[in-house]
């Protein structure tokens, strides 16, 4: 999948709620301010995250409301070369069954691909993590998304041309 998509030579850099791949820390945050003078985003636990409940479906009426947290990744020069989502539902709890991670993570994957529409997620292994991933790469974004534990899903968004810098000449 990699190769195919670097040779599309296809640029990819939209992220979420107006963001993009290439955005400088400043901006990160100028955007984060104008969504939270909005009321569409708060601060994140510890101050160190973007908490934004994400809006109801009319499927989710019999489940629990469903909260992101975000941040994007920065290089040396402050420029986003990805960005850090934690999704869970608000009302986990260990005894909830239905609403652990493993219930959310088909639900981030639809919503992710509503998003950022193009391929598939396919299963994969990964050196970075013990556990089951999957990714989905159209152009120069991938997506992976996990199940980091019984309550969060992780997400983690990076530009491919700064990873495999000789695929996406």
Do not use: H
Request: aromatic share 10%; proline share 5%; glycine share 4%.
């Amino acid at each position: 999948m990699l190769n195919e998509e670097a040779k599309k030579n296809i640029l990819k850099d939209s992220l979420i709620l107006g963001m993009t791949l290439g955005d400088n820390k400043a901006d990160f945050f100028k955007r984060c301010w104008q969504l939270n003078q909005e009321g569409l985003v708060s601060q994140g636990p510890n101050n160190k995250m973007v908490k934004y409940p994400l809006p109801m479906s009319p499927k989710q009426e019999s489940t629990s409301a469903i909260t992101l947290l975000f941040y994007g990744t920065f290089n040396d020069q402050n420029t986003m070369t990805g960005m850090d989502l934690t999704f869970s539902y608000d009302a986990w709890s260990p005894w909830n069954s239905n609403l652990t991670a493993q219930q959310l993570l088909p639900i981030v994957q639809d919503t992710l691909i509503k998003w950022f529409p193009g391929n598939d997620f396919i299963a994969v292994k990964s050196d970075q993590i013990e556990k089951s991933a999957f990714v989905k790469i159209d152009g120069n974004r991938q997506i992976m998304t996990y199940a980091k534990d019984d309550k969060d899903v992780v997400v983690k968004i990076e530009d491919l041309r700064l990873k495999y810098p000789e695929k996406y000449n």
